[in-house]
């Protein structure tokens, strides 16, 4: 009489899952080469980007930008351009600029410190090829780490957005208040709400 044999039931593999990327693992890839240097790559979502490539108006108005900005403001802050900054453990986007607090750049030497959402008064992005990005995907980021004030240089619109009070609306990130400022206008400078200059629009934009 033949016997019963008993098959082992095969098991299911687990599915196949995302490998995400924090900012100390993103930042020992940054320091030790393995992300080349000359690469403007950036950490979002845990995964990694890279930045498009500057046209010729960005590189001109980032250095107006620098310009403007970077000399109306007080003692204890600084103008950061185009370097990380950490909004949580896996988002460490590349803003074209940050004015960010602290009597010197230099205190953020280490290789593990980064500017954070405290430590960080406005960012700036010049959009010339990424408004759509810049007033979506960024801007969503930017808001829901509570940064306090966020412009957006639009090249081709030739306006400034300023963006302030940023909130949680059903989990997302927007700012409450939006602000758009033209030829003649002059953007306030507002750092821990208070405003401490006036930036002519045509000390950024012609």
């Known amino acids: 009489m033949a016997s019963a044999i008993e098959t082992p039931l ?14 100390d693992l993103f930042a020992r890839m940054v320091e030790t080469g393995i992300i ?21 108006a960005h590189g001109y108005v980032g250095a107006a930008v620098t310009r403007a900005v ?11 351009p185009e370097s990380t900054i950490v909004l949580d453990a896996t988002n460490a986007p590349l803003p074209d600029f940050a004015v960010i607090r602290g ?9 593990e410190r980064y ?4 430590d960080i008064g406005l960012l700036i992005e010049i959009a010339v090829t990424s408004l759509r990005s810049d007033l979506a995907t960024a801007l969503e980021m930017y808001a829901r780490a509570a940064i306090p004030a966020y412009w957006v ?6 306006r400034i957005l300023v963006h302030g009070e940023p909130r949680l609306a059903e989990g997302r990130g927007e700012y409450a208040r ?8 002059s953007p306030p400078l ?10 002519p629009f045509e000390e950024l934009l012609r």
Request: hydrophobic share 40%; glycine share 8%.
């Open 115 to 118: 500017p954070g959402p405290a």
């Open 190 to 199: 507002v750092l821990d709400g208070r405003e401490v200059a006036r930036v």
């Open 153 to 158: 240089v639009d090249v081709a619109g030739r």
């Open 70 to 80: 970077g000399r109306r403001l007080p003692n204890g802050w600084s103008l950061w």
């Open 10 to 23: 095969s098991k299911t593999p687990p599915a196949e899952a995302p490998f995400d990327l924090d900012i």
């Open 178 to 185: 939006v602000e758009i400022f033209r030829a003649g206008d």
């Open 36 to 56: 080349p240097r000359d690469r403007r790559v950036f950490l979002r979502e845990g995964r990694l980007f890279e930045k498009i490539a500057r046209t010729k």
């Open 103 to 111: 009597a010197s750049p230099l205190d953020f030497a280490s290789p």
